[in-house]
T-cell receptor, first 113, second 113 residues
Framework: EDKVVQSPLSLVVHEGDTVTLNCSYEVTNFRSLLWYKQEKKAPTFLFMLTSSGIEKKSGRLSSILDKKELFSILNITATQTGDSAVYLCAVAWSGGGADGLTFGKGTHLIIQP | KAGVTQTPRYLIKTRGQQVTLSCSPISGHRSVSWYQQTPGQGLQFLFEYFSETQRNKGNFPGRFSGRQFSNSRSEMNVSTLELGDSALYLC????????????FGAGTRLSVL
């Protein structure tokens, strides 16, 4: 059975700290790994990673994928209170005439001022 | 472009009733997926529709059903509601089957009393 495991499940840090969120996966017919940020309701797309070792960056956020060891990390530097959210990792798969996203349970990140 | 629109935003029902949720995808997107999100289980896949056909179904009982119309709008129906059906129901769309990134709506919060 496909699974995506995120750690830690929750994390409380102070503004200005750097955080690393982890995502490991065992998914058949892997296509790509995606990160989403969920603040109130709608998860919003952050990154999609398809190849190992290529870092994606957007401002203070960056992410990298290791397809050999089957994991990804999401780094946030100089955290701000607006970074408080649930960060979701999802793996896109395709096979047997179907495709979809399998999600981890998320990391609930709280940034204290 | 307008994002994914879900209606209604909130619903309160009693056990045994049925409910219909609606989702309008981003214009031009033909694939619609539905997810159930609960604090304990995270995002769990319900089903995916493309060109009015259900391509994939998650591990949910037959009380959960859906359909897609020719304009790509989708509905999901839950019959004989149970207390455990209380959740946030999220709809996501993507342009076509070759794409991995799904864009989410704000969800419908269903409470079953």
């Amino acid at each position: 059975e496909d699974k995506v495991v995120q750690s830690p499940l929750s994390l409380v840090v102070h503004e200005g700290d750097t955080v690393t969120l982890n995502c490991s996966y065992e998914v058949t017919n892997f296509r790509s790994l995606l990160w989403y940020k969920q603040e109130k309701k709608a998860p919003t797309f952050l990154f999609m990673l398809t190849s190992s070792g290529i870092e994606k960056k957007s401002g203070r956020l960056s992410s990298i994928l290791d397809k050999k060891e089957l994991f990804s990390i999401l780094n946030i530097t100089a955290t701000q209170t607006g970074d408080s959210a649930v960060y979701l990792c999802a793996v896109a798969w395709s096979g047997g005439g179907a495709d979809g996203l399998t999600f981890g349970k998320g990391t609930h990140l709280i940034i204290q001022p | 472009k307008a994002g994914v629109t879900q209606t209604p935003r909130y619903l309160i029902k009693t056990r045994g009733q049925q409910v219909t949720l609606s989702c309008s995808p981003i214009s031009g997107h033909r694939s619609v997926s539905w997810y159930q999100q609960t604090p304990g289980q995270g995002l769990q896949f319900l089903f995916e529709y493309f060109s009015e056909t259900q391509r994939n179904k998650g591990n949910f009982p037959g009380r959960f059903s859906g359909r897609q119309f020719s304009n790509s709008r989708s509905e999901m129906n839950v019959s004989t509601l149970e207390l455990g059906d209380s959740a946030l129901y999220l709809c996501a769309s993507k342009e076509n089957l070759a794409k991995n990134i799904q864009y989410f709506g704000a969800g419908t919060r269903l409470s079953v009393l």
